[in-house]
């Protein structure tokens, strides 16, 4: 069974920092990229950073550029975001997703990825 397990979102006042992970199960997780998105209310899903875990390739959206860091321990099948300078415009749920990349390159597109977590909650507060 595949499964993309989230954790580590929570409150957190602006200017904190938070530490996201991922862990996958049920795939080859060397043979995919996974993207973090995110969704604020009210606002479509977007994605905010990948990573390949085959060639260990990262991407990043210009908005958070400088902020965000995107990692992967391939040996605990993890994908980590750090997330720096947390604003209350950050507050959304974030998901991540899995996708083959030897089939296709979806990120930052939320059509087309292979499989998706149920996402963790980041609370920004002023």
């Known amino acids: 069974e595949v499964q993309l397990v989230e954790s580590g979102g929570g409150l957190v006042q602006a200017g904190g920092s938070l530490r996201l992970s991922c862990v996958a199960s049920g795939f080859t997780f060397d043979d995919y990229a996974i993207g973090w998105y995110r969704q604020a209310p009210g606002k479509e899903r977007e994605g905010v950073s990948c990573?390949?875990?085959?060639?260990?390739?990262?991407y990043y959206v210009e908005s958070v550029k400088g902020r965000f860091t995107i990692s992967s321990d391939n040996a605990k099948n993890t994908v980590y975001l750090q997330i720096h300078s947390l604003k209350p415009k950050d507050t959304a749920v974030h998901y991540c997703?899995?996708?083959?990349?030897?089939?296709?390159?979806?990120?930052?597109?939320?059509?087309?990825?292979?499989?998706w977590g149920k996402g963790t909650l980041v609370t920004v507060s002023t």
């Open positions: 997703a899995a996708e083959n990349v030897f089939y296709s390159s979806s990120w930052p597109n939320v059509d087309g990825m292979d499989y």
């Open positions: 990573i390949s875990n085959r060639d260990g390739s990262t």
